[in-house]
């Protein structure tokens, strides 16, 4: 028997009883490197960036990996040797990105919040541009360039106002968001930013949200966007691409979203429609390259049987898996070895002190202690958003390739956590 037990993770399917991603037994890898560990399939990143490419085959387009998702090293690694350029919301991304092995020119840099500082570090790496989103950082902007002697590449992040139909804390192209410039006052905001000494307008930029399951708001995006670029350039400011930032959503449990090459047929159908076909097109997917790639692995610690609830008590928390508790989100939840034994429901649970932490509710498993389970879809915003709350080092991390399994970040232990921390005299 094989089947792949989630669409979109090719790669992890069960062979006998047995749970694999590629062709590593989960188990084995679970017993070598000890739980709670993320494991990341590399087959299963590079075919999410195929479906990308297939889409904007023939097109000068170029995908932006957003590395928010998922910024280890190793995994920037993969996305660079494919091509990949990368959009930074940081400081310490650009590092982690050039690291990696990025040129500048293949970095894009987004974030309401930038420092000067970081935009000195940012001019210096010559990066392709900034995804500037208030007038007053175009302003900041601009003084830090003429400072350094060069005129900053920049792209305005619109905001269309279009509602992405996703968790309101991952919805960010609405009117009331903190992200972008309104749509009615994008205009003025590039008269004044090609009037700036410091700056070179280079392009237009929106990202609508997260976990996007419909293609409808996308193409009310573009629109809306695309509006923009006509009266911009009628205003005698020439765009040289057009970025549709990321979102493109996954499947946790149930969701049906689009796969990434027909979600761009459709869009570059209307692009071609309207006559922009031609353009420079980029997007900063995240979620939709590395979500499904990776899962976490766990070890049932206790079984605690309640009036009202089952509790199985697991050795990962809210600190390696923060999406259950930050939005209520949805992971599913398999054993690495699969059993006939009947099934009882259970609240799964961390170890943290907090009601909040908990993995999954009111969830079927036939689970004993020492068993070890697999929290699928764990290879986006959980290691990147991981914490040490209580004190718990985070997981280590391991990539699999094929039957090769390389450590890529080990596990942190007790004086990793304390090594910036002073005792009093
Ligand atoms: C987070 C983010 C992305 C990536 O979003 P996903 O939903 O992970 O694809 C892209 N662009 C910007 C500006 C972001 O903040």
């Known amino acids: ?93 650009l590092e982690r990105v050039l690291a990696a092995g990025a040129r500048g020119s293949d970095i894009i840099f987004s974030g309401v919040g930038k420092t000067r500082r970081e935009m000195r570090r940012a001019l210096e790496a010559g990066i392709h541009c900034f995804n500037v989103e208030s007038e007053p950082e175009l302003e900041v902007l601009s003084g830090v360039a003429m400072e350094t002697g060069t005129r900053a590449p920049v792209s305005l992040r619109v905001n269309p106002d279009v509602n992405p139909l996703t968790h309101p804390y991952i919805s960010t192209g609405l009117k009331g968001s903190k992200f972008g410039i309104a749509h009615k006052e994008a205009l003025r905001a590039y008269q004044r930013a090609a009037a700036l000494p410091g700056l070179r307008v280079v392009g237009i930029d929106c990202h609508i949200g997260s976990q996007i399951t419909q293609v409808s708001p996308y193409l009310d995006a573009l629109d809306r966007v695309l509006d923009l670029v006509t009266a911009i350039e009628a205003a005698g400011i020439p765009l040289q691409h057009i970025d549709f930032g990321g979102g493109l959503g996954i499947v946790y449990n149930a969701e049906q979203p689009p796969a990434a090459d027909a979600l761009w047929q459709r869009l570059l159908a209307r692009l071609d429609a309207r006559g922009f076909g031609e353009r420079q097109l980029m997007i900063e997917p995240g979620r939709s390259l590395v979500g499904n790639a990776g899962v976490c692995l766990t070890e049932v610690l206790y079984l605690k049987p309640g009036e009202q609830k089952n509790f199985c008590v697991i050795d990962a928390a809210m600190n390696d898996l923060p999406r259950p508790a930050m939005y209520e989100a949805f992971h599913q939840i398999v054993p690495l ?89």
Not at 3 to 18: E, F, K, N, S, V
Request: a neutral charge; glycine letters at 8%.
């Open 337 to 425: 070895q699969a059993t006939t034994a009947k099934p009882v429901t259970y609240d799964v649970v961390g170890p943290v002190c907090e009601s909040g932490d908990w993995i999954g509710r009111d969830r079927k498993l036939a689970a004993q202690p020492g068993d070890l389970l697999a929290v699928l879809s764990a290879g986006a915003y959980c290691m990147s958003m991981a914490s040490n709350y209580n004190t718990r080092g985070r997981a280590a991390e391991v990539l699999v390739d094929g039957a090769t399994v390389h450590l890529i970040r080990e596990r942190e232990d007790f004086a990793d956590q304390v090594r910036k921390e002073k005792l009093l005299p």
């Open 1 to 93: 028997m094989s089947a792949t037990i989630l669409p979109g993770a090719p790669h992890l399917q069960y062979r006998g009883d047995a749970l694999y991603l590629e062709d590593v037994r989960l188990a084995d890898l679970a017993r070598e490197h000890g739980t709670p560990l993320f494991a990341y399939s590399r087959a299963s990143m590079l075919s999410a960036l195929a479906a990308y490419q297939r889409g904007f085959a023939g097109r000068n387009a170029k995908v932006c990996y957003a590395l928010k998702a998922n910024s280890a090293l190793a995994v920037l690694q993969v996305f660079a040797r494919a091509g990949c350029g990368f959009d930074i919301v940081s400081g310490g991304e």
